[in-house]
């Protein structure tokens, strides 16, 4: 039997709700397959942790994450109106992300069966893209300053970092993973016609690697006419490879096309192994519905299936993928943001009773 310590970080708002459906399902799981083990360590960082203390997690955190033995962390999504965004993404994500080498941001999007997608007409078939959003620099490097504030000249610098390492290792991954799972093309988001400093350098390094792929079609995009084809046309996407900020904006944009925020999963990957990587679902906190048991779990219970699958327990992946799927094929116990009714707890127990099939 195989053994996974995890550490669980809830997080704010459905936050909470969701995790535990996560964490019951994945131990559902291991205990109908008896090949392997779940352990929880729970952390309450977040923003009531940053009211207490006026910190979102503590000083000390990065090292218990390091050295605490865990093969990877689940976290809840982190957020409240109380606070500014830049508060709580850089007060706990970004830092875990920058320190634990978290390069690759992968986002499956697809129209799962039984999902209707806004777009009229589409079939799962027609939505099918996986994101691989660099993760550690670009537009989210921390670079910058403020000064004189609040003066009528005030300056505000914010610098994009690109590195040839960073940027290279994220692309070739991106080949590596469609070469890995049969897919046929690699398509690149820019914008060389404005940026002509950093976005020229990402397609220089796009199409320096693209020559070691020959059997893999490439292709870059304008992120402005690639936003546009993510609607007019998404059955022509495979593998979209993306800066920080592009991928960020075009993964939101994939999961509303794929019929719900409550959908959508997320891998915050440290490809060698050497750090934990953090597995989590990319919709917010949602403050408006917390605390009354129907936000849907699917989005992070699928990131903990992606986790199953960075560990390479492919077959267990594939029962909770299985799963997922039967219980929204069915339209039995759907959430009210697929049209339903069903709690936040029957959804996630319609999943765990679907693991038995």
């Known amino acids: 039997m195989t053994h996974y310590h995890l550490a669980v970080v809830p997080g704010d708002g459905i936050g909470p709700e969701v995790i535990t459906e996560s964490v019951r399902t994945l131990q559902a799981l291991a205990e ?22 006026g910190q979102m997690m503590p000083d000390d955190a990065l090292n218990a994450l390091e050295s605490g033995g865990f093969d990877g962390i689940l976290m809840g999504p982190v957020g409240d109106p109380r606070l500014p965004d830049h508060i709580t993404l850089w007060g706990l994500l970004l830092p875990i992300r920058q320190r634990f080498q978290q390069y690759i941001n992968l986002r499956p999007i697809r129209l799962l069966p039984g999902v209707r997608s ?38 505000a610098i914010q610098s994009v970092i690109f590195t040839r390492t960073g940027t290279e290792r994220v692309i ?22 404005s940026l002509q400093y950093s976005m020229v ?58 019929g719900s925020m409550g959908l959508a999963p997320s891998a915050n990957l440290n490809p060698e192994r050497r750090f934990p990587s953090l597995f989590q679902a990319i919709h917010g906190s949602a403050p408006d519905i917390a605390g009354r048991g129907i936000s849907n779990p699917i989005a992070s219970i699928w990131s903990a299936q992606m986790m ?50």
């Open 32 to 53: 109908i397959r008896g090949d392997l083990e779940c352990t929880a360590q729970m952390f309450d960082w977040g923003t009531e942790h940053y009211f207490r203390t």
């Open 118 to 155: 806004p777009l009229a007409g589409k079939q799962p078939a027609d939505i099918d893209i996986i994101c691989v959003r660099e993760n550690t620099e670009g537009e989210y490097a921390g670079v910058g300053g403020r000064v004189h504030q609040g003066e009528a000249h005030e300056v």
């Open 172 to 193: 070739r991954y991106a080949f590596d993973y469609a070469r890995r799972q049969g897919r046929k093309k690699v398509l690149s988001a820019t914008k060389s016609n």
């Open 201 to 258: 350098f990402w397609d220089e390094v796009f199409q320096h690697v693209a020559t070691a792929y020959p059997e893999i079609a490439h292709e870059q995009q304008l992120i402005d006419s690639l936003a546009a084809r993510f609607v007019a046309r998404p059955e022509g996407l495979d593998v979209v490879v993306a800066s920080n900020l592009f991928g960020d904006i075009l993964t939101d944009l994939g999961a509303a096309i794929s």
């Open 308 to 357: 199953l699958e960075f560990f390479e327990e492919r077959a267990a992946a594939a029962q909770l993928m299985r799963a997922i799927e039967r219980v929204l094929e069915a339209n039995e116990h759907l959430t009210p943001d697929l049209g339903g009714s069903a709690s936040t707890r029957e959804l996630g127990d319609a999943i765990r009773a679907a693991l038995k099939d």
